[in-house]
C-alpha cells in the first residue's frame, strides 16, 4: 500500500505542476495588476510540486522500480522500460531545471509588461507543460509494460 | 522582439539552464558508454541516476550563481535567451530519445 501510496503522489504532484503550469500561462496571457501576486505564487507552486514529483518519484524509481522493470524486460514490452523510462528519467531533468527558472523568471520580470519578457515566462510554462504531458504519457506506457509483462506469466 | 535588458538572476540562470540541458546529455552519453564511470556513479550515491541528478542540479545552481555575477543580462536580451532555452531542451530531449531508440527495434512485433 505503502509502495502505491508513493507513486500515485509522484503522478499526482506532476499533473498538479502541469495544471499549476497552464493556469500560470493563461494568467500571464492576461496579465494585469491583479494578477501579478496569483502568478508569483503560481510560479513558485510549479516549481515546488516539480521538485517534490522528483524526490517522491526518484525515491520510487530507486528503491522499488528494480522489481518493475524485471517484469516489464521478461514481458511483451521490454520497451516499456528500455526506452520509455531511459528517455522519461533523462528528459525529466531539464523539465526539473525549467520549473525551478519559472519563479526566478517571473520574479525577475514582473510586472510582465514588455512583450519580450512576457514571452520568456510564457514559452518556459509552455515547455513545462509539454514535457509534462511526455512525462505523463510515458510514465502510462511504462506501467502498461508491468501489465503486459504479468499477463504473459 | 525588441531588445530589453534582462534581471541579472534571469539572464544568470536562463544560460545555466541552457548549459546544464546539454551537459545533462553530455553525462547520460559518458556513463552509459563507459562502465568506470556508471560503476562510479552508482557507487557515489547508490545509484546512477541518484549521483546524475545531484551533478545536474548542483551544476545548475552553481553556473546560475556563476553567471549571474558575470553581468551577462548586458549581453543578452529575454528574446534571444528564450530561443537559447527552447533549442537546448529540444536538442537534448531528441538526442536523449535518439540514443535510445534502438531499443525500441522489437516494437514493431508487439503483441496484445
Known amino acids: 500500500m505503502l509502495v502505491q501510496g508513493v507513486m500515485m503522489s509522484h503522478v499526482a504532484l506532476g499533473v498538479l505542476g502541469i495544471m499549476f503550469a497552464v493556469a500560470l500561462f493563461v494568467d500571464v496571457l492576461n496579465v494585469n495588476e491583479g494578477n501579478i501576486e496569483r502568478i508569483k505564487k503560481l510560479s513558485l507552486a510549479v516549481a515546488v510540486l516539480i521538485v517534490l514529483a522528483y524526490v517522491i518519484g526518484g525515491y520510487w524509481y530507486v528503491v522499488y522500480y528494480g522489481h518493475d522493470r524485471d517484469i516489464i524486460k521478461a514481458g511483451q514490452w521490454p520497451w516499456a522500460h528500455n526506452f520509455f523510462m531511459e528517455v522519461k528519467e533523462h528528459i525529466f531533468f531539464a523539465m526539473l531545471l525549467l520549473s525551478i527558472y519559472l519563479p526566478i523568471a517571473v520574479y525577475g520580470n514582473v510586472p510582465l509588461t514588455e512583450k519580450p519578457k512576457r514571452s520568456l515566462v510564457l514559452g518556459v510554462s509552455a515547455l513545462i507543460v509539454l514535457f509534462g504531458f511526455l512525462m505523463e504519457g510515458a510514465g502510462g506506457i511504462i506501467s502498461k509494460g508491468v501489465t503486459m509483462g504479468l499477463m504473459g506469466r | ?112
Open chain 2, 1 to 112: 522582439m525588441k531588445n530589453t535588458p534582462m534581471e541579472k538572476y534571469t539572464a544568470g540562470f536562463g544560460l545555466s539552464l541552457v548549459v546544464t540541458s546539454l551537459l545533462n546529455v553530455v553525462i547520460l552519453i559518458i556513463k552509459e558508454k563507459n562502465d568506470s564511470v556508471m560503476s562510479a556513479m552508482k557507487a557515489a550515491l547508490g545509484h546512477h541516476w541518484t549521483t546524475h541528478g545531484a551533478i545536474v542540479i548542483i551544476v545548475f545552481l552553481l553556473l546560475g550563481f556563476i553567471f549571474s555575477g558575470m553581468k551577462i543580462e548586458t549581453k543578452l536580451d529575454s528574446g534571444k535567451m528564450l530561443k537559447y532555452i527552447i533549442w537546448a531542451v529540444i536538442i537534448s530531449c531528441v538526442i536523449i530519445s535518439g540514443f535510445f531508440l534502438p531499443n525500441l527495434k522489437f516494437a514493431g512485433v508487439m503483441k496484445y
